[in-house]
């Protein structure tokens, strides 16, 4: 099974870290997250597996986050609730995500891609 790699393709971060990937000749599937959103499911299972806060998953600094005051309705929400929010739009969820058999990976840390595997 090769890595999953969600990215906005106009996203700078996520332009260098697909560089690092083939630099690095990792194979991956490569899936746009504002084309192909991640579905609430998806999200859920990721996120369990990934052992962090599931606030990790919001592209806090992006205008969607922003616009909708996220920052403060996020704490009165449920877990379901925001898995839904953000199965709503990919321009909420923090990108790049590299998820493979074991192990997920939110956001661009050359050292923490170092040890991923399939």
């Not at 906005?8 to 560089?19: D, G, I």
């Not at 504002?34 to 992006?62: I, M, V």
């Not at 661009?108 to 991923?116: D, G, I, S, T």
Request: proline fraction near 4%; aromatic fraction near 10%.
């Amino acid at each position: 099974m090769a890595l999953l790699f969600l990215e906005y393709p106009k996203c700078t971060t996520c332009r260098k870290a697909k560089k690092w990937l083939e630099d690095h000749g990792t194979e991956f599937e490569d899936r746009d997250i504002k084309e192909k959103n991640p579905t609430a499911e998806e999200l859920k299972e990721w996120y369990q597996r990934s052992g962090l806060p599931l606030k990790r998953f919001f592209n806090t600094s992006g205008l969607l986050y922003k616009s909708m005051n996220l920052k403060e309705r996020l704490p009165d929400m449920t877990e379901e609730e925001q898995l839904a929010l953000l199965a709503t739009d990919g321009m909420l969820v923090k990108r790049p995500l590299l998820i493979g058999k074991d192990q997920v990976r939110v956001g661009f840390k050359e050292a923490e891609w170092e040890n991923m595997t399939e």
